[in-house]
């Protein structure tokens, strides 16, 4: 919804809330302050449990991401990717690793929870052999740095998500529901090639604490929020 956001924040929050989604993850404010932002969120009784900071400002302005975070009501920080630039080789990923770690223990030390938002690189392999989510796995600390499962990118890679929700018991706390058309792009949930149902299913049994509905693009994408919150809906409990 970022561009309808832009462009009628209050419309869209109560268009959100009618279609009868409660909750919400933020990935930047549009053109209002965070404390606006809750405001318009708790007028139409939306939470935002989680928040997008972007890598760079979450190790070079972290105070400012923690005070955004407390106004919004956001318990989960997620990095939504590393430049291109950092994360060239292994010793870049391992790097990176490192300052995750870091991060992790002082948002920790906030109350808050650090995770990594994954794409579809984090799945090609080095030469070794070993993958950058690999090194994510192994070179961070369980407690401080958890995960956000992008099962569309899982799948766009050529992996099994339901595999990667199994694996990832305890770790990954956050998951992406975003479904992988035949054509290879994101469509609404449950219309794509992906087995959503158990996908669903499976995160919930290991352990996701927020499932969010994304689509990276839609020609009309108030319609495609209420497809997939149907398609959710309908699932037997």
């Not at 054509?183 to 087995?195: N, R």
Request: proline share 4%.
């Amino acid at each position: 919804m970022r561009d309808a956001l832009g462009t009628d924040l209050e419309g869209t929050l109560k268009r959100v809330i009618d279609v009868g989604y409660r909750e919400v993850e933020l990935a930047g404010l549009p053109g209002v302050t965070a404390r606006a932002m809750r405001t318009s969120l708790q007028r139409y009784g939306l939470a935002a449990p989680s928040m997008h900071a972007g890598y760079e400002r979450l190790r070079g302005d972290f105070a400012a991401v923690v005070e955004e975070a407390r106004t919004l009501g956001a318990a989960y920080l997620v990095c939504p990717s590393v430049d291109a630039g950092e994360r060239r080789t292994a010793d870049d990923w391992k790097r990176v690793c490192r300052t995750l770690n870091g991060i992790g223990r002082a948002a920790r030390t906030q109350g808050l929870v650090l995770a990594y938002h994954n794409h579809d690189f984090e799945f090609v392999p080095f030469a070794g052999g070993m993958t950058p989510f690999r090194l994510l796995m192994t070179e961070t600390d369980p407690g401080d740095v958890k995960l956000e499962l992008d099962v569309y990118w899982v799948a766009k890679a050529g992996q099994d998500p339901v595999q990667y929700l199994k694996n990832g018991e305890g770790r990954i706390v956050l998951a992406h529901l975003k479904d992988l058309g035949r054509d290879g792009s994101t469509v609404e949930v449950g219309s794509g090639v992906l087995p959503m149902e158990q996908i669903v299913r499976t995160a919930l049994l290991a352990g996701v604490r927020h499932l969010f509905v994304e689509q990276d693009d839609s020609a009309d994408p108030l319609a495609s929020i209420a497809t997939s919150f149907r398609y959710l809906e309908r699932l037997r409990s």
